[in-house]
């Protein structure tokens, strides 16, 4: 195994801070009108101050007053804000992610955040919550929520630290962060939300949400409809996580990721979507499908960088941008179409990877070495959602999860490592006898059978309506002893490209139209 | 909790089917007892449903004192006879490892093994010494033969008898027997090779003739063009 592969979560954590002078029923005068006025502008629904409050004020302030310390407690706040009980929740709920994002969380934090959790989203599917919040904030909620059952999976699985008191706790509050709990919660979102039918309607023009970036313009909320729609991306993960690939990816149908949606307004959200969908399709096969998002958001990573640099995500950013050059490079070692991506993710490619990708192609010791090394860095944190049996002896188990689908992607390797050797012939010939070719690659005959047969079955995956589907790049077909090759030609897609065309240049016209000259 | 939702009357419940179940509620411990019955009901009557037997399998990923290994042996019986779909994979992802270290799934992980490498020969021998296992499913060999016919029609114009003869392991008279039927019914076409025996031409596909496939590369979608109306208009 990689001993490289990191399990923990974020960068380093900080030792908790042995500063005394943190009291949490004390709230300094920028805090009073930092929750003033964000209390202000959502009941004003004002988005465009919200979301510079939350953006950039609320970071500003935790880097200047709170660097180590949690934010002042919510009942210090409150009466700053009428008591308002939502407004608590969602304070609350940035306590925790400033909490867990700069200092480690005891258990029992853990288990209060959850709780805060269940209040939030209870209110909101009760449809008692009448704001308009930013996007980026709404994907923070879903996307925070998920990576804190991530990291209680990851905490609980090391039962070999934990304290009598520890065990106590986990067991009183087994429903803490259970895992029936998590997904009931964001399919309860999707369903309440009924946002799988507003996206159909929308098709049909009866509806408008894409258009609107999920905002609701007649004076209603966003918050369950917007919610709702990043709680699919919330399953697609949380599926990931799990080795559940098929019902993640069928998570995310209904949004149509060939097209720009409310899923590519947040960066954040726009790079885990497409960082899990060519996930699962790197464990489907279907390398092809992987490749081809893989590079369009790596090109948009690439030309858009810059203006994320000053925002909070901008680490996380690099990093999926990293692991994603990782994925693209195993999913192009083992389905070798370069084609299929621009010149700059490719060049970008070589640069981090391409020494590796040649290696991998030899498939010996050092290759598996390689495949194994790439995986471990850029794979999910793969969790076990089962709680231990806590009167057995005391194991971790945190690793058991990755452990399996690292092993099982290794033996898929495996069973394709002759590909490699039969493609290589395959490309510069246009025809060979068996004979002729089982000599070459030093195999008997009837070996060479199956390995072409391997690699016809290795090479064509069944798509979602059952149709066959292949992701050759070299192709051949046996007659008698005959073995006939065929190069596969890539047909660009221009159709897209125009349509995409037309609808600029119908936006330019109608940017002329509305210039007035004198 | 968010579980409310779905949880409906007893005797409601009755009248759902195991897959509207699953379409329903997807995260429900309690459609468990449901969802067995219906693995044991696939394998009687030879149907199929990869997503009521994943969401098993994660219902016993969640709770692992639920889980039977009987289950779990049909369910990846199921899932070989669907190849060539990747279903035996997904399922693996599922199931931990410790469980797979159980004699039973070994062998059904080699034969798994045997059919993706397409070592058709090696799989029917390796099948034949555990048979116990295996003839639980009815339709069991059938689906493993159709699959080598795939991908022998992946692969072939024109395939030697011999080669068939180890893929779908039917020899002799009952070979003769299962070729006319094919040429009777599915367009096979015997002939004399060349000193070799019998060559079987297996009907045309994309796949094995190139040529008849379409370029269907550059077709769009009539939503996406729809988006264009309002402009063309």
Request: hydrophobic share 40%; glycine share 4%.
């Amino acid at each position: 195994m990689a001993s490289s592969y990191d399990y923990d979560d974020h960068q380093q954590q900080p030792p908790p801070s042995s500063d005394t002078s943190y009291d949490p029923n004390y709230v300094p005068d920028p805090v009073k009108s930092f929750v003033v006025h964000l209390y202000r502008h959502i009941r004003e629904k004002n988005v465009y101050e919200i979301h510079q409050m939350y953006e950039t004020s609320f970071q500003t302030l935790s880097d200047r007053m709170f660097k180590d310390t949690p934010w002042p407690s919510v009942d210090a706040i409150a009466p700053y804000v009428d008591n308002d009980q939502v407004f608590c929740f969602l304070y609350r709920e940035m306590w925790f992610r400033h909490l867990y994002a700069r200092l480690q969380p005891t258990l029992k934090q853990r288990i209060d955040s959850w709780d805060n959790y269940c209040n939030l989203f209870q209110v909101v599917l009760h449809g008692v919550v009448n704001m308009q919040l930013p996007n980026q904030w709404l994907w923070d909620m879903v996307d925070e929520f998920v990576y804190q059952f991530q990291s209680f999976c990851q905490y609980r699985a090391k039962m070999k630290s934990k304290t009598e008191q520890e065990i106590a706790l986990l067991r009183q509050f087994s429903q803490a962060w259970n895992v029936y709990g998590v997904l009931n919660f964001l399919q309860a979102l999707v369903d309440k939300s009924m946002i799988i039918e507003i996206l159909e309607r929308e098709k049909e023009g009866l509806e408008r949400f894409t258009a609107t970036d999920g905002y609701d313009y007649d004076g209603g909320s966003n918050v369950l409809k917007v919610l709702g729609y990043f709680s699919m991306v919330g399953l697609l993960r949380v599926h990931c996580l799990l080795g559940d690939y098929h019902t993640g990816l069928k998570c995310l149908c209904p949004i149509d990721i060939s097209q720009q949606g409310v899923y590519t307004s947040v960066i954040g959200s726009h790079i885990t979507t497409i960082y899990h969908f060519g996930f699962a399709n790197l464990m489907l096969r279907r390398y092809v499908d992987g490749i081809l998002e893989f590079n369009k958001i790596l090109l948009y990573i690439y030309k858009t960088k810059q203006y994320h640099q000053k925002s909070p995500q901008y680490e996380q950013i690099l990093k999926k941008n990293e692991q994603m050059y990782a994925l693209l490079a195993i999913c192009l070692s083992l389905c070798p179409q370069v084609k299929l991506i621009e010149e700059t993710v490719n060049s970008q490619l070589r640069e981090k990877y391409g020494e590796k990708m040649s290696r991998m192609q030899r498939y010996d010791d050092e290759a598996f070495a390689l495949y194994d090394e790439l995986f471990s860095y850029a794979c999910p944190k793969f969790i076990t959602p089962s709680a231990p049996n806590y009167d057995e002896p005391l194991v971790n188990y945190n690793q058991d999860a990755y452990r399996l689908q690292l092993k099982l992607f290794l033996y898929e390797v495996k069973q394709q490592q002759l590909l490699s050797g039969v493609r290589t012939f395959l490309k510069v010939y246009s025809s060979i006898s068996l004979g002729k070719l089982a000599a070459y690659m030093e195999v008997d005959e009837s070996t060479l059978r199956t390995i072409l047969m391997t690699y016809k079955h290795k090479t064509r995956v069944v798509d979602n309506d059952g149709k066959l589907i292949s992701n050759a790049d070299v192709d051949f077909y046996i007659d008698e002893e005959m073995i006939h090759v065929v190069e596969s030609k890539v047909s660009k897609r221009y159709g897209d490209y125009f349509l995409r065309q037309i609808v600029k240049l119908e936006g330019v016209i109608n940017d002329m139209d509305r210039i007035k000259l004198d | 909790m968010g579980r409310e939702v779905q949880k409906q009357p007893q005797q409601q419940r009755e009248s759902y089917t195991a897959e509207q179940l699953v379409a329903l509620n997807p995260y429900n411990p309690d459609i468990l007892p449901d969802l067995e019955n219906y693995v044991n009901e696939q394998v009687m009557l030879q149907t199929y449903s990869l997503d009521a037997n994943l969401c098993v399998l994660r219902l016993y990923q969640f709770e692992p004192e639920r889980m039977s290994t009987q289950i779990v042996a049909r369910i990846l019986i199921k899932a070989l006879m669907a190849m060539p779909a990747p279903d035996f994979s997904l399922c693996l992802f599922l199931i931990p490892e410790r469980v797979q270290m159980e004699e039973q799934f070994k062998t059904l992980i080699v034969l798994s093994h045997y059919l993706e490498t397409a070592r058709f020969g090696q799989f029917w021998d390796e099948a034949a010494k555990c048979r116990h296992i295996l003839e639980v499913v009815p339709g069991f060999e059938q689906a493993i033969q159709s699959y080598a016919i795939h991908v022998l029609s992946l692969t072939y114009q024109k395939v030697p008898r011999a080669v068939l003869a180890e893929a779908i392991n039917i020899e002799g008279l009952s070979l003769d027997k299962f070729l006319d039927h094919q040429v009777a019914n599915s367009g096979w076409i015997l002939e004399k090779g060349h000193g070799r025996g019998q060559l079987i031409t297996l009907p045309k596909n994309e796949f094995n003739h190139p040529e008849l496939k379409k370029n269907s590369a550059d077709n769009i979608p009539l939503e996406h063009i729809t988006r264009i109306f309002p402009i063309l208009g």
